[in-house]
């Protein structure tokens, strides 16, 4: 008997997503593109 299981119907990534999730640089943009919209909605929201 063995532990290993196959799940066949799974999603796999493509090699555009895999490459945007391991680029660190792509992930950098990301987080300050995220961090912008964040603090423009809290400036926005307390007058």
Excluded: C, D
């Amino acid at each position: 008997m063995t532990n290993v299981k196959t799940f066949t119907g799974i999603y796999q990534p493509s090699k555009q997503e895999l490459n945007a999730r391991t680029n660190l640089f792509k992930q950098v943009i990301r987080f300050a593109a995220l961090n912008f919209r964040m603090l423009k909605m809290i400036t926005q929201g307390h007058h």
